[in-house]
């Protein structure tokens, strides 16, 4: 039966520039939208149609994609649902899309959690026409990010991202939003460029002739280890920061907390997501051996992470700023993965990331129902609000528990293969980072009981309360679905991302 | 006939002329009539090359020749739009003094 | 074979689970839905029944041959689903989907006036019985660990099932975080075992010398089998981790009574029971569980003494026979890790069946008091036992359950805790006999379980005379409750009078479990058949017997004479020295506000202080360096006069500069 719907789906896709369309379909969306008239249901229409059929066509790349039989000989992993065109060929750069195992859970999520943020927005009426633009805007950013094969474009798409994300904080933002916003964009830029820089010398110390990532990631191996070593640091810093790690995460809370609610879910949804895919896809394969010296300095950097963020976030009385730095410890999984370089490492890094967005985004968005319909997201505020919100409790215990990586739920199998990974490693040092899960919980359930549970809070006037709108709960309800799916069955996604993982780790030459 | 290094004097003179006046002018349309003259000593530099080039490398050449008109051009649009900037610049303010006028300032 | 069908026993309560969740509202016909849970529940008990029959006609389900699937393949790294069904499995279906579905039914008389909130309860204690078939019957660790948690999951949504009661939230939250250290021990153990043997499936762990084959050294596979019994610590309330179970009592009465008798702590048992053929190849991990057993059962059973709730005896005193059952376990490993040096013995496997055998009477005589304390606050209204008292007079049928459960949890024979808890003490005995380098050790043991068994008579005892009888403490009008509360009581009341039969009937009980480990730990060790009527005959020999019988008598004596008699007044014991033990006792050691003073001062102290760190260090130098850019941008920006000579004057000479520059460096090259 699934051979069917595999086939079926090919034959589906068979012809078609898929991955084309899913970057620039958003692109005519926001168009349209930007030239829309003021009619509000227009405007929601377009965008919901023009960030879902990407969607519909990423479900069907999942059943499309073929995977269980890797090819020999290949040094780097060999792009499915390829298209090359040539756009500046004296300096070797083209317009090349392709995806593997690693790209295809992150593609996923991208269209995913960009319909689910739309369909949140519903009643978004302060300039809607600049706001579902901007979002399609960075959907199209995002999507190239994880499909595109060439250096130059893939920076290009790598900070037309930074453009909606900036103006989504600094024009809807909270109170704080100009000191928010700047602070993001100057601090990933400033990344960026530093990754910048590492891309140009990868390029240049290859001969200058190509931006392929395929055709560098072939060349590496000419690459002294010297070079390789500085190269991964900067590389490092610059995507360790849009993760982002410790010490480099403090522009994070503060984005999150001044963001609408929308764009924290496709910040902490995606944008934190395209730091660990650089990461796997660009720094790891093609330095291999600058990936090998610095992976104790990542293990470090990403059991720091886990436990220093899970331990600020006991101290946070911001429900959001709690998820945010929540999303710092899961992102940490992420890195310490990774720095296994080892195959169970890196498949559950890369699953850890998309686990991290479906379950992050229903967090969010918990958060931002709290905010519209409590008035205040501080803890201490709160209190006993499951009485007025029952279904908001609900999802909110729900994805509290997804987040603490509860079995049946999608986190979990994610958490338990990097702590095999981890002691495969590195033996007992598992017990430091283990500890995080009881911090974990104890910090989600702690806050559970003092906002949800108990008699219903005198602080704020609750006469008014209702519980969550449709369009709040329908993408609630949606993602939490999605979450007990993959958590029953992760093989779906697992079994996919494997083969990528193999044609890495043949680079590196471990295993 | 006159040896190119005169010409080439008499270009640069022309230039300190021009960057003195630039300095120390307080009259706007001075400064933009001692621009001129920087110009102008440019365009003497010019076209004694392109005179000389027979001479400087064996075949004649009018680039510099050809430059200087275009320099001339520029210059005369130059002119107005300066002179265009001056007269708003009076109006706002009753003078062009250009030490008394720097809106332009961080 | 109804074996076959096994996986459908923890399917049925999950699609009553479901169903409850997900159907609209008019359908749930009757009280939120009960209909349906206890139909499901009730599916599953005549589905467990079918394969215990199974089971003890010889036919199991154990070894690689076991139906499985593969959950989740990474290279190296795969996890399977699987079933596996053998004798402790069979005795845990029994006790689970028993009382289970006697609790499903008691709860139609017990929830009837919660309204609304009905519905979520039934969903989530079908979920509750759902899982915990599923850890009963994995056939992997990674399988079980799943249920496991999910198991906390359960109790944590019904120990905060009123979660408009802050304590109700509070007991919830502690009761999650506290099972959840453990679990991170079990996790710990579990990744060791995995990374070593490469599976945690029981078929490959369970063989012989598995662990030592792997290539692990003694003490990493000592360290990894008390990791895994840290995850029992914290899941079956054991000391030190054991303080979350009384603060559960926040929940329904019927909550508690599945979670001490049929479904969370006896995971723990399980556990440990499970892990057997691993255990017995690490004696020393065996003592510390047996070490800890001790020492639970002792603390929990002083605790018992003085409480007033009544919902906190029983609490403290299943945290004190849980203590009884590790003990015994720990004990009859010694006694199997001791003699497979030295040549096969009779009755081998006396401690892992006697701690089986007590789980299985401890879950249906305190399921029993449980359901009868319910019984009693539904009348009263309190949980406190100085407003209670001379109930016995109304509430006649819940009096008398309460006794036949109080008599056998005092070993009193011929009710079932009696048989069990007499084999738990004798198996202690004979662990300081034959355990060689720790035989020290038991005995301290055995002394301290048989102080206990005195305790327990005394404190189950005060308990019932204080409840039933003498004068009526407060005004309520007490009533018998109603027929769907007391037809459960009633049956699990004869059960708890007769389930110790089982020792002697047929085969024995515990020829019957030695079978489960005889199949799996190998060869060398035989463990040999019982014959029931022989060891009825050692057990009456026996001067062990006829000790723990007479502590069990004096206790019952002195609870008799205080609280019935009256013959000594406690309240004068309220000053001096034994004031300050009593205060010790009531405030439990102190170990609650231990804890809270750690999480609260330490933990949240900790991230207090991380959190200004982020705030004003890692921030801070980050802000700093924005406050210098901009800062040294306002005092370089000042060279902008805005006078255009300026800018001129500043080109000229930069001109002239560079001209010199060439003059002086060039000049030789023109």
């Not at chain 2, 080039?53 to 300066?82: R, W």
């Not at chain 3, 529940?41 to 499985?68: E, M």
């Amino acid at each position: 039966m699934l051979e069917g719907a595999q086939s079926f789906a090919q034959d589906l896709l068979s012809g078609l520039p898929v991955l084309s369309i899913m970057i620039f379909l958003p692109l005519i969306g926001a168009i349209l939208v930007f030239l829309a008239g003021r009619s509000m249901s227009i405007i929601r229409v377009i965008s919901l149609i023009f960030s879902g059929i990407p969607l519909i066509f990423a479900v069907l790349l999942i059943f499309a994609f073929s995977w269980g039989a890797i090819p020999d000989g290949e040094a780097f992993a060999d792009p499915q649902f390829y298209e090359e065109y040539e756009w500046i060929p004296s300096l070797g750069v083209s317009f090349a899309v392709g995806i593997d195992g690693i790209s295809l859970p992150l593609l996923f999520i991208t269209p995913l959690l960009t319909f689910v943020s739309i369909l949140f927005s519903w009643d978004v009426d302060r300039r809607p026409r600049e706001y579902f633009g901007l979002i399609l805007l960075m959907q199209v950013g995002v999507t190239g990010v994880f499909v595109l094969l060439d250096y130059l474009v893939f920076y290009i798409f790598w900070e037309i991202v930074l453009i909606p994300m900036y103006f989504l904080i600094g024009i809807w933002g909270g109170p704080n939003k100009d000191y928010a916003s700047i602070k993001f964009f100057i601090y990933t830029h400033v990344a960026s460029l530093v990754m910048l820089l590492a891309i140009m010398a990868i390029y240049f110390n290859a001969g200058a002739t190509t931006f392929n990532m395929m055709e560098l990631g072939d060349a590496a191996s000419g690459f002294t280890r010297g070079f390789q070593i500085i190269a991964f640091g900067a590389l490092l810093f610059g995507f360790g920061v849009k993760m982002p790690m410790v010490p480099f995460h403090t522009w994070l809370p503060d984005a999150h907390v001044e963001a609408p609610t929308a764009g924290s879910v496709l910040l902490a949804g995606l944008l934190l997501k395209m730091g660990g895919y650089g990461l796997i896809r660009v720094a790891i394969p093609t330095l291999p051996e600058g990936a090998s010296y610095l992976a104790p300095l990542m293990a470090v950097i990403g059991i720091v992470s886990i436990l220093y963020a899970a331990v600020v976030c006991l101290a946070q009385k911001d429900l959001k700023k709690m998820v945010a730095y929540s999303s710092v410890s899961h992102m940490g999984f992420v890195m310490v993965g990774f720095a296994t370089l080892s195959y169970v490492g890196i498949v559950a890094g890369v699953f850890v990331m998309f686990a991290h967005g479906l379950v992050t985004a229903v967090l969010f968005m918990t958060c931002g129902v709290v905010q519209h319909h409590c008035g205040t997201r501080m803890i201490p505020k709160l209190g006993g609000i499951s009485e007025k919100m029952p279904k908001l409790a609900t999802y909110m215990t729900a994805g509290f528990l997804a987040s603490l990586g509860l079995p049946g739920l999608v986190m979990f199998a994610a958490e338990f293969m990097t702590f095999w990974a981890i002691f495969n490693n590195w033996g007992l040092w598992l017990l430091v980072p283990i500890l995080s899960v009881a911090i974990t919980a104890g910090y989600y359930l702690w806050a559970l009981q003092r906002s949800m549970f108990g008699p219903l809070t005198d602080k704020i006037e609750t006469e008014n309360i209702h519980d969550a709108n449709w369009y709040e709960s329908a993408p609630m309800a949606i993602l939490i679905a999605l979450i007990a799916l993959f958590g029953i069955l992760p093989a779906i996604m697992i079994d996919r991302i494997g083969d990528a993982v193999t044609i890495i780790l043949r680079a590196i030459g471990g295993g | 006939m006159i040896p190119m290094i005169d010409w080439l004097i008499f270009s640069s003179l022309l230039m300190a002329v021009g960057a003195y006046g630039v300095l120390t002018a307080r009259n706007g349309i001075l400064v933009l009539m001692s621009i001129e003259v920087m110009l102008n000593a440019a365009n003497v530099s010019l076209v004694t090359f392109s005179a000389y080039s027979t001479e400087l490398h064996g075949y004649p050449d009018a680039m510099g020749q050809i430059f200087a008109l275009a320099s001339m051009t520029v210059a005369a649009a130059e002119v107005a739009i300066g002179l265009a900037i001056f007269l708003v610049l009076y109006k706002r303010h009753d003078s062009i003094d250009v030490t008394k006028i720097n809106i332009l300032r961080w | 074979m109804m074996i076959d069908y096994a996986w459908l026993i923890p399917v049925f309560p999950i699609i009553g689970f479901l169903i409850i969740s997900l159907v609209p509202k008019k359908w749930l016909i009757w009280e939120g839905g009960a209909p349906y849970i206890i139909g499901m529940s009730t599916a599953s008990f005549v589905l467990s029944i079918l394969v215990i029959i199974d089971v003890l006609n010889g036919h199991t389900l154990t070894g690689p041959d076991s139906p499985r699937m593969t959950w989740l393949s990474a290279g190296s790294f795969e996890l399977t689903f699987g079933i596996w069904i053998d004798q402790l499995t069979a005795v845990m279906l029994l006790v689970v989907s028993l009382v289970g579905t006697l609790v499903v039914i008691y709860s139609v008389g017990y929830m009837h006036g919660e309204g609304e909130t009905k519905r979520r309860y039934y969903a989530e204690i079908a979920l509750f019985i759902g899982v915990m078939f599923g850890l009963v019957l994995a056939d992997n660790f990674v399988e079980m660990f799943i249920f496991w948690e999910l198991v906390g999951l359960c109790s944590y949504l019904l120990i905060g099932f009123w979660k408009h009661k802050p304590s109700a939230a509070s007991a919830a939250k502690r009761a999650f975080i506290v099972t959840r250290v453990g679990d991170i021990m079990l996790l710990s153990g579990l990744i060791i075992l995995l990374r070593y043997v490469g599976t945690l499936d029981f078929s490959e762990l369970f063989a012989e010398g598995s662990l030592e084959g792997s290539g692990m050294s003694s003490g990493m596979a000592t360290l990894s089998m008390i990791l895994l019994f840290g995850g029992a610590i914290g899941k079956s309330a054991q000391f030190p981790l054991h303080e979350w179970l009384p603060d559960a009592m926040e929940g329904p009465t019927t909550v508690s009574a599945l979670i001490h008798a049929a479904t969370m702590v006896k995971a723990g048992v399980y556990l440990v029971a499970r892990s057997y053929p691993m255990l017995v190849q690490t004696p020393d991990a065996l003592a510390f569980i047996a070490i800890i057993g001790g020492i639970t059962a002792l603390i929990a059973a002083t605790n018992a003494l003085v409480a007033v709730d009544i919902k906190r005896v029983l609490a403290y005193s299943t945290i004190s026979q849980l203590g009884y059952m590790m003990l015994a376990l720990g004990a009859g490993g010694l006694i199997i890790t001791g003699l497979m040096h030295d040549g096969g013995h009779d009755g081998l496997g006396a401690g892992y069946s006697s701690g089986i055998f007590h789980m299985m009477n401890h879950a249906f005589f305190k399921a029993l008091l449980f359901l009868a304390a319910g019984s009693v606050i539904h009348a009263v209204g309190t949980n406190d036992m100085l407003k209670m008292g001379g109930l016995g007079k109304t509430m006649k049928i819940t009096s008398i359950t309460m006794l036949i459960g109080s008599l056998s949890i005092a070993g009193i024979p011929p009710f079932s805790g009696f048989w069990s808890k007499d084999e738990v003490l004798a198996s202690t005995f004979h662990a300081f006999e034959d355990a060689g380098s720790y035989s020290t050790v038991f005995l301290i043991l055995w002394i301290m379980g048989v102080a206990t068994a005195f305790m327990t008579a005394f404190y189950m005892f005060r308990m019932w005379f204080m409840t039933f009888t003498g004068k009526q403490r407060s005004d309520a009008h007490a009533h018998e409750s109603p027929v769907s509360m007391t037809v459960p009581l009633m049956i699990l009341a004869s059960l708890a009078a007769v389930s110790g039969f089982a020792f002697f009937i047929g085969r024995g009980f515990f020829s019957f479990m030695s079978d489960s480990i005889s199949s799996t730990i190998g060869s060398s060790v035989a463990v040999e058949a019982i014959h029931p009527l022989e060891s009825l005959g050692e057990i009456f020999t026996s001067p062990l017997t006829y000790a723990s019988l007479i502590v069990s008598a004096v206790g019952l004596f002195t609870a008799y004479s205080i609280y019935y008699k009256g013959a000594f007044s406690v309240s004068r014991l309220a000053s001096g020295v034994t004031g300050k033990l009593q205060k010790l006792l009531a405030e439990r050691y102190y170990i609650s506000w231990f804890y809270d003073a750690f999480a609260y001062n330490i933990i949240y102290g900790i991230s207090l202080v991380a959190d200004i760190f982020d705030r004003y260090v890692i921030d801070g130098a980050i802000n700093g360096m924005a406050w210098l850019s901009s800062k040294s941008g306002a005092f370089i920006r000042r060279s902008q006069t805005g006078q255009v000579q300026n800018y001129v004057a500043a080109i000229v000479i930069g001109g002239c500069l560079l001209l010199l520059f060439l003059i002086v460096f060039e000049w030789g090259e023109w």
